[in-house]
């Protein structure tokens, strides 16, 4: 196996362990201090620094029965390209758009930075502001807060 097809045999692991939502899976991936930036203007938006806020991401819109169809994956010396379908299985409203991750891998052979890009930013917005709200202010702005959103009831 070489070092592209490697790449892109992580990039489908992670994708087998995020359906199974198996954290543990998904972690072996990243490395430590990932930097995993969702995009938007919504309570989940925003950069993710480190696997701890990366596993906590997954572990809301894990809530919303997210789930992805990859259709395109492909890599390079330093990069790979997964193009998706991803949709919510749950909550208020729906998400079922295409998206396109950037992957950056350092030279040990782990994920160190993400950037999605969505094909409906305004869809991503709508739904998670319908079905998350954040959290109270001080709880918010704590430095060790993990959670700074709660799924709506």
Partial sequence: MNDRDSKVAAIAAFFDAYARYDLDGMRAVLTEDIAWTIPGRHA???TKHGIDEVVAFFDQVSK???K???????????YAVDIHRG???????KV????????????????DRVV?????????????WQN??????????????????????
């Fill in 68 to 78: 992805a169809e990859t259709f395109f994956l492909e890599a390079n010396d330093e």
């Fill in 116 to 128: 999605n890009l969505s094909g409906d930013q305004h869809q991503m917005d709508s739904y998670v």
């Fill in 132 to 153: 998350y709200t954040l959290a109270p202010l001080p709880e918010r702005l704590a430095p060790t807060a993990r959670q700074s959103v709660r799924v709506k009831s």
């Fill in 96 to 111: 079922d758009t295409i998206w396109a991750l950037v992957w950056h891998f350092n030279i040990d052979g782990k994920v």
């Fill in 64 to 66: 919303a029965g997210m």
């Fill in 87 to 93: 949709y919510s299985t749950a909550g208020a409203g």
């Fill in 44 to 46: 989940l938006s925003g």
